[in-house]
Antibody, heavy 119, light 108 residues
Framework: QVQMVESGGGVVQPGKSLRLSCVAS????????MVWVRQAPGKGLEWVAL????????YYADSVKGRFTISRDDSKNTLFLQVNSLRPEDTALYYC????????????WGQGTLVTVSS | EIVLTQSPATLSVSPGETATLSCRAS??????LAWYQQKPGQAPRLLIY???SRATGIPARFSGSGSGTEFTLTISSLQSEDFAVYYC??????????FGQGTKLEIK
C-alpha cells in the first residue's frame, strides 16, 4: 500500500538548519509530484512546498521562500526538505504528501516529523 | 492568494444525525475544492475532490456540493468515527495551495 515515512525532525535553536526526509513506498515515486505541508501545534494546515514529478519545478509558500528547499531523489524514493534559518514560528509537524494524478490535491500523507525551534 | 473561510468553527451534532459544514472562497474556484478529515494524532485524509467526487474508499455518507465560492460538506448518519476536524483546500489558483482554518465536528 502507499506509504510515506518522514524523519529528520528535532529540537533546534533559532537560526539553525535541519534536513527532513520522506521515504515513499507502494507506488511509482518518480511519476508523482510531492509536497510538504505543516501544522503548528493546535493549528490548521499550511502548504509549505511542492516538487514536480521531474524535479524541475519547485513552489514555496511566501513564509518559507528563500529559507527552505524541496528536492527529491527518485533512485531512493525519497523527498527532502532542507530547512534553514529556522524561526520559532516554523515549529510544526511537517507532513509529506503525494499529489494526486488528476489534480493538485494531496491523496496520501505520512505521519509527520516534528520540528521544534526553541532557544 | 485565495482565502478559504470555514464555518462554523465548531459544530456539535448527535450520532445518527446529519452535519453540514461550509467553506467560502474569496474568489471563484469553479469546482477546484477538496475536503480532508483529520482525527486527533493522525494525518489528514482526503475525502472529497472536485467539490463533489469522493476519494477512494470514502463512504457514501460523505458528500460534497457547491461551486464558485460556496461549498458544503455533508455527513449523514454520523458515526462515532466521523467526529474530527475537517479542512477544505483550494487548487484553482496556485501557488499557494490554501486551506481553510478547519471545522471541528464534536459529539453533542
Amino acid at each position: 500500500q502507499v506509504q510515506m515515512v518522514e524523519s529528520g525532525g528535532g529540537v533546534v535553536q533559532p537560526g539553525k538548519s535541519l534536513r527532513l526526509s520522506c521515504v515513499a513506498s507502494g507506488f511509482t515515486f518518480r511519476t508523482y509530484a510531492m509536497v510538504w505541508v505543516r501544522q503548528a501545534p493546535g493549528k490548521g494546515l499550511e502548504w509549505v512546498a511542492l516538487c514536480s514529478r521531474d524535479g524541475r519545478n519547485e513552489y514555496y509558500a511566501d513564509s518559507v521562500k528563500g529559507r527552505f528547499t524541496i528536492s527529491r531523489d527518485d533512485s531512493k524514493n525519497t523527498l527532502f526538505l532542507q530547512v534553514n534559518s529556522l524561526r520559532p514560528e516554523d515549529t510544526a509537524l511537517y507532513y509529506c504528501a503525494r499529489v494526486a494524478e488528476m489534480a493538485t490535491i494531496f491523496d496520501n500523507w505520512g505521519q509527520g516529523t516534528l520540528v521544534t525551534v526553541s532557544s | 492568494e485565495i482565502v478559504l473561510t470555514q464555518s462554523p468553527a465548531t459544530l456539535s451534532v448527535s450520532p445518527g444525525e446529519t452535519a453540514t459544514l461550509s467553506c467560502r472562497a474569496s474568489q471563484s474556484l469553479s469546482s477546484n475544492l477538496a475536503w480532508y478529515q483529520q482525527k486527533p494524532g493522525q494525518a489528514p485524509r482526503l475525502l472529497i475532490y472536485d467539490a463533489s467526487s469522493r476519494a477512494t474508499g470514502i463512504p457514501a455518507r460523505f458528500s460534497g456540493s457547491g461551486s464558485g465560492t460556496e461549498f458544503t460538506l455533508t455527513i449523514s448518519s454520523l458515526q462515532s468515527e466521523d467526529f474530527a476536524v475537517y479542512y477544505c483546500q483550494q487548487y484553482k489558483n496556485w501557488p499557494p495551495w490554501t486551506f481553510g482554518q478547519g471545522t471541528k465536528l464534536e459529539i453533542k
